[in-house]
């Protein structure tokens, strides 16, 4: 999925209002030791591993959720995302993106891809074509990470 953000999103212009450093009280960065009574391991893929905090409420921006997970990359918390089903939550969310965020840095409504980016984190809302929507909270240099050794394992086959 990060290939393709990638490379359907334009260089990003300006900075988001109020940048996240942050997900559902995990500061981006921190040890996954700090967490492991609180969360499940759901999936593992090399460095990156995939958990869930069953304590979590469902909702995000007025909208109930399908799935909260937390990324982990190296042990490190890089990513949290919300998973959402429908087109009235789209609109939901983006409208709760921009009260907290401002308007999206880069927005591809054909794609349904909208971002905000900061200096350090960013958001990103992508949607698939089932109204399936994806938004992940992220640091920008573990994600970058996890990306680049996810494509070099790639390479690697």
Not at 18 to 37: H, R, T, V
Not at 59 to 65: I, K, L, M, P, S
Not at 72 to 90: C, E, I
Request: aromatic content about 12%; glycine content about 8%.
């Amino acid at each position: 999925m990060y290939a393709v953000l990638v490379a359907v999103l334009p260089a990003i212009a300006s900075a988001m209002d109020n940048e996240p450093s942050e997900f559902l009280g995990i500061q981006y960065g921190a040890s996954i030791d700090k967490y492991q009574g609180d969360l499940k391991q759901i999936a593992e893929d090399g460095d990156s591993s995939h958990y869930r905090r069953l304590t979590d409420r469902p909702f995000f921006g007025g909208v109930e959720v399908r799935r909260i997970s937390y990324q982990f990359y190296k042990g490190s918390f890089a990513s949290g995302m919300y998973v959402t089903v429908g087109a009235r939550d789209l609109k939901s969310i983006l409208a709760h993106l921009t009260s907290h965020y401002g308007e999206p840095n880069t927005t591809n409504p054909r794609h349904r891809i909208y971002a905000w980016e900061g200096e350090h984190s960013g958001v990103i809302v992508s949607c698939d074509i089932s109204t399936t929507c994806y938004t992940e909270f992220f640091d920008k240099a573990l994600r970058a990470q996890a990306a680049a050794a996810q494509g070099k394992d790639k390479d690697d086959d």
